[in-house]
């Protein structure tokens, strides 16, 4: 079973600001745990990070025919992007969107998600947890 981890723009900051929204842990520290969690649960992973939206909506298209599901935390796209809610909906593969924090009790603007219109389950305010849920979540929608 291969999944490929989308992070939106910013996530590669974690760590060094806003520990108090993100937590105090680094993009590399996530990196790691999700590499770990996807060999003990056996699935195959592939993560990739980008600050741009295009390179997003690339990564997606390219994916049709060779990942099996996709975990994505889209970040701030999350909120604004049709292209990348289209381009998950091109390749139509299972997928799962996580939030580390609680988008619901934040700012009026966190509340809409476009790529929510698509995805599977969508997981929000449990940390660097909440990956470990989606890969989990992502395994049950695909057995
Ligand atoms: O809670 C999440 O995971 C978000 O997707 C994170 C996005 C935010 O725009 C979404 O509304 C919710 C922001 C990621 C920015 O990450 C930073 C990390 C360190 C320092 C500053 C920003």
Not at 29 to 55: K, P, R, T, V, Y
Not at 82 to 97: F, H, N
Not at 113 to 139: H, P, Q
Request: aromatic content about 10%; overall charge negative.
């Amino acid at each position: 079973m291969k999944i490929l981890v989308i992070n939106g723009p910013n996530l590669n900051m974690l760590g060094l600001r806003e520990p108090s929204i993100y937590g105090k842990n680094t993009y590399a520290e996530l990196c790691a745990l999700l590499h770990g969690w996807a060999d003990a649960m056996d699935m195959e992973i592939e993560i990739f990070q980008s600050n741009h939206e295009g390179m997003i909506v690339d990564k997606i298209q390219a994916a049709y025919d060779n990942f099996d599901g996709i975990l994505i935390n889209p970040a701030a796209y999350t909120h604004t992007s049709v292209a990348i809610l289209d381009a998950l909906k091109a390749v139509s593969i299972p997928t799962v969107e996580v939030h580390i924090s609680d988008v619901n009790s934040r700012e009026e603007f966190r509340r809409h998600s476009f790529v929510s219109l698509y995805a599977a389950k969508t997981i929000a305010g449990y940390g660097f947890d909440g990956y470990r849920m989606g890969l989990e979540a992502l395994k049950e929608i695909l057995a």
